[in-house]
């Protein structure tokens, strides 16, 4: 390795015991030293105790001497080996924040592995003086008790009487939305408004202002209408926030392939100028609105570690855009990822370009509806459960969001397209059926796993919901005309002429992002 290689991974060594949380962590990290000891010598105790009186063993002073140079000789490096485990699984960093099975599951396995390794090591290393197998499973079992029963015990004490107050919650209070006027960002602002917190809007609201209807007389709502290239723009919405959500975007496959420079410009340009000017102005907390289709075609179950393979030039400019985000994290910066599912259902600003809604809404006025590539999977998630995701993650601990991506949705929501297409005809039995295949290569079953152990999320809307839905609404005749552009992202991005100055807020974007590489 070259010096100049050396000198980078001794500053990211410094960088990360820096920001360990040292002042919280090391009451937590004695007391398992204690619990780690304490159970490993009433282990001992219990054998010496089941060899002299129930298996009647001669010399017991010879056996207690031994069990005693036992725990005396190591002690100091099964509590070193403890601490160590206990820290790669965790438990002084994220468990807090998980959900309580998987953090049952957490504490199972690393106490599990703790005891593995030791006995494992002892044999290897001091094959004189080995660990009894009897000490071992008992040992195992009482570090079960105290270790996990204490930390469980706790977390069940504090949900129920709710004295615990996660760390975004005490700081962050008012929040900005980019692109809170649409699909998704319309319903998470009612939500976030309605969880307490101060919510100021930025939008270019170029799909109109009926999908914050009834919200902007809010007393905790703020709105600004503005294009989020301008750098200006940028820096006066990001004022006094504490954190921001940043759902604005080209959005869809043919939006973006239509407009390819543009959709460059405002999913990767736009939001590295907004990750740079949010963190230069003292925001905690960045949530960034990607999507599953980075993951592109495969016929395996894609989870966050997966390679991804962007098969869409909406998708290649999200997984860059994904890039920028997660190399912004520092230590008072906490971005976090999360990939949204195929989305669908209703929302104060309705879309039929997404295929649940459009099939629903053709179901409705037609009869008949078609499923292209029907073998090919989703994962779908209802719009109403998309807004969720963001409330939930912003209140989940930093320490278990900061920095990482989430595939946003549910195990119950992947599915064929074809299934797509029986479910519509099971809820609506009239619909005529037919399939046929296309050059669209995606495909993809997600894992949410990640999701609903450490953030505790799963969603409450199904298909079937959104389908009923939509169909329910068109039927109604609320909607004259699914066809029209204000219900189309391609057809909005088609009609969208950004202003006379937008070569000055290209040309202004661009050399604030120079000066920042």
């Not at 991974?9 to 002042?23: C, D, G, S």
């Not at 570090?143 to 996990?148: C, K, P, W, Y």
């Not at 703020?222 to 006066?236: A, K, L």
């Not at 969720?388 to 990482?404: P, Y």
Request: aromatic share 12%; proline share 3%; glycine share 6%.
């Amino acid at each position: 390795m070259s010096a100049a290689g050396t000198a980078g991974v001794w500053e990211r060594l410094q960088l990360e015991f820096r920001a360990f949380p040292w002042r919280d962590t090391l009451p937590r990290m004695g007391a398992d030293v204690l619990l780690v000891n304490a159970s490993m010598v009433l282990a001992f105790v219990f054998w010496f105790f089941f060899y002299t009186v129930v298996l009647e063993t001669p010399y017991p002073e010879q056996l207690s001497a031994t069990f005693r140079s036992f725990v005396k000789v190591y002690w100091v490096f099964w509590s070193l080996m403890a601490l160590l485990i206990f820290h790669l699984n965790g438990f002084y960093l994220r468990t807090r924040g998980y959900a309580s099975k998987y953090k049952a599951w957490v504490i199972f396995r690393a106490v599990t592995l703790f005891i593995i390794l030791f006995v494992f090591t002892d044999y290897f290393l001091f094959r004189g003086n080995l660990l009894p197998r009897g000490v071992a499973l008992t040992s195992w079992l009482f570090l079960l008790v105290s270790v996990g029963g204490t930390r469980l015990a706790k977390d069940t004490f504090l949900k129920k009487y709710r004295l615990q107050a996660t760390m975004p919650n005490e700081k962050v209070e008012r929040v900005l939305v980019v692109g809170g006027a649409g699909y998704v960002g319309s319903i998470l602002t009612r939500l976030l408004l309605a969880r307490g917190y101060k919510v100021r809007v930025l939008d270019s609201f170029f799909c109109g202002t009926e999908s914050l209807e009834g919200v902007t007389t809010h007393p905790n709502c703020e709105i600004m209408s503005g294009d989020i290239r301008n750098i200006e723009v940028v820096v006066q919405a990001v004022q006094d926030c504490d954190a921001v959500i940043h759902l604005a975007a080209v959005v869809g496959d043919p939006s973006c392939e239509g407009n390819k420079d543009l959709a460059s410009e405002i999913n990767k340009a736009a939001t590295r100028l907004l990750v740079e000017v949010a963190r230069g102005s003292g925001v905690k907390r960045f949530l960034f609105a990607s999507t599953c289709s980075v993951y592109g075609a495969s016929d395996f179950l894609m989870d966050e570690h997966t390679q991804i393979g962007p098969v869409s030039a909406y998708a290649q400019t999200k997984a860059e855009a994904e890039t920028v985000v997660l190399a912004s994290r520092r230590l008072d910066f906490h971005p976090t990822i999360l990939r949204l599912g195929t989305l669908f259902g209703l929302s104060p600003r309705p879309r039929f370009d997404l295929v649940v809604n459009l099939l629903a809404a053709r179901a409705a006025m037609t009869g008949k509806i078609t499923i292209f590539n029907g073998e090919q999977w989703r994962p779908f998630v209802h719009v109403h459960d998309a807004a969720r995701v963001f409330v939930s993650t912003l209140e989940a601990d930093a320490a278990v969001v900061s920095g990482e991506i989430f595939n946003a949705g549910d195990y119950s929501l992947n599915h064929r397209l074809s299934e797509l297409g029986e479910k519509i005809q099971k809820l609506l039995p009239n619909v005529e059926l037919e399939e046929i295949k296309n050059d669209d290569v995606r495909n993809y079953r997600v894992s949410f796993d990640k999701l609903r152990t450490r953030v505790g999320f799963s969603c409450e809307k199904t298909l079937e919901d959104g389908i009923q839905e939509v169909y329910d609404l068109v039927r109604s005749g609320k909607i004259p005309d699914i066809k029209a552009e204000q219900y189309h992202n391609h057809a909005l991005v088609a009609a969208f002429m950004p202003g006379p100055d937008a070569e000055r807020l290209s040309l202004t974007m661009l050399e604030t992002l120079a000066r920042n590489e």
